[in-house]
């Protein structure tokens, strides 16, 4: 028997100045499911990615989680984690202060010893107590993947994660990916860079705005 889809999205299309950047994008994914979206610069797949995260209104189309509509569901957005180009830290607090932060931002109730596990799993433990200034942008990206760690999401919207990352990095990422999938998590990913996973569906964008 097929699985129900977790995260369903249908004819999703956005303009800039009337004209599609993309238009009539589809996907569906259950239980277990990544899908990697590819194109060229400027076809859209940061701004598929906000859409999904709800931090962009799509033209038109819908998006549904659980098969309920994701845009204003506070369950939706309480089981989903985007993580951007931006690390999204504060560049003057150390990456375990940062991650208190996010504990308290998201009422996680983590404890320091899931906080320290976490920055340990993503290897900057030994950075935890230095500003995130003073971080290399590797160690940002490690940072910024150990507070998604530290959520427990079940649907993850990634947004070039490999990015910065060495092949220490990218290893770690991987495990991390196929770790998340294995317990049934739901992970949605934009990268030039080959994932290595299996079973992972592709979605490709053509840029259509300018043409």
Known sequence: MTSAPLLEFQNISFLIEDRPLFQGVCGSLT??????INGSN?????TLLQILATLKTMSSGTVSWR??????NIPYRREMAYLGHQAGLKMALSPRQNLLWCNRLFSLDRSGEQIT??????????????PCSALSAGQ??????AALLLREACLWLL?????ALDIEGVDCLVSLL????ARGGVVVFSSHHDARMPNVGVLELAAQAGS
């Open 140 to 145: 940002l990206r490690r940072v910024a993947l």
């Open 31 to 36: 239980a277990g499911e990544a899908l990697q």
């Open 42 to 46: 400027g076809s859209g797949k940061t």
């Open 178 to 181: 196929d770790e998340h999938r």
């Open 117 to 130: 596990s976490v920055l340990h799993r993503m290897r900057v433990l030994n950075r935890a107590d230095l």
């Open 67 to 72: 098969g309920n509509v994701a845009s204003n």
């Open 159 to 163: 947004d070039e994660p490999f990015s």
